[in-house]
């Protein structure tokens, strides 16, 4: 399975990287050649962390109605959103509950922030009520956290292109028979 890895973390190993690699190819040596790597390398991690999470604007949990709905706080407003890509046991499916907490346990605590799935003609930093986005928690990408646990199908809008990483995870938790994929008592499958 394809996973997102947190900007900040990406941002660290490739400023780590690039620091070990100068220093293996320059050998600096004196103590103002030392100092001059240590500021290019905050300098470099300050900028690959912000290229890394540039698009992405930051909101809080306000709350979770669904595996695929949440309400967040975004400029000083609630803005009920839904999330890009998947789709979601209704109310009276047995599996409801269990993927709406599911998704809450992911944004809880988490820092949030989120990609509009449509980026043209679009302002940034701007989102509409039940817009569908890209959500992250602690850099990680909801969606398909949900989908690969099996709490989530792929969205049925066949004008939409999915990521690749969700149709892989979608495939991996059907083919593991797992949350909304397992088998009922009565060995019949449950669909959302």
């Not at 820092?111 to 986005?133: C, M, T, V, Y």
Request: net charge neutral; aromatic share 6%.
């Amino acid at each position: 399975m394809h996973t997102h890895i947190n900007p900040s973390l990406q941002a660290y190993l490739l400023t780590a990287f690039l620091l070990v690699l100068l220093v293996v190819l320059l050998r600096p040596q004196g103590q103002y050649a030392i100092s001059l790597m240590v500021a290019g390398a905050v300098l470099a991690y300050v900028l690959l962390a912000t290229l890394g999470q540039a698009g992405r604007v930051a909101c809080r949990l306000a709350s979770v109605e669904a595996a695929d709905t949440l309400t967040l706080l975004h400029k000083g407003r609630k803005v009920r959103v839904k999330l890009y890509g998947i789709q979601v046991p209704e109310r009276t499916h047995p599996m409801f509950e269990a993927s709406r907490q599911a998704l809450e346990q992911h944004l809880q605590g988490q820092e949030l922030a989120f990609l509009p799935a449509n980026q043209a003609n679009k302002r940034a930093g701007r989102i509409s009520r039940d817009e569908r986005l890209m959500v992250f928690a602690g850099g990680w990408d909801v969606a398909l956290l949900l989908l690969a646990e099996g709490y989530a199908g792929l969205q049925s809008d066949t004008a939409i292109t999915l990521p690749k990483a969700y149709l892989d995870a979608h495939d991996a938790a059907q083919d593991a028979a797992i949350g909304i994929h397992a088998d009922t008592d009565n060995g019949q499958k449950t669909d959302i």
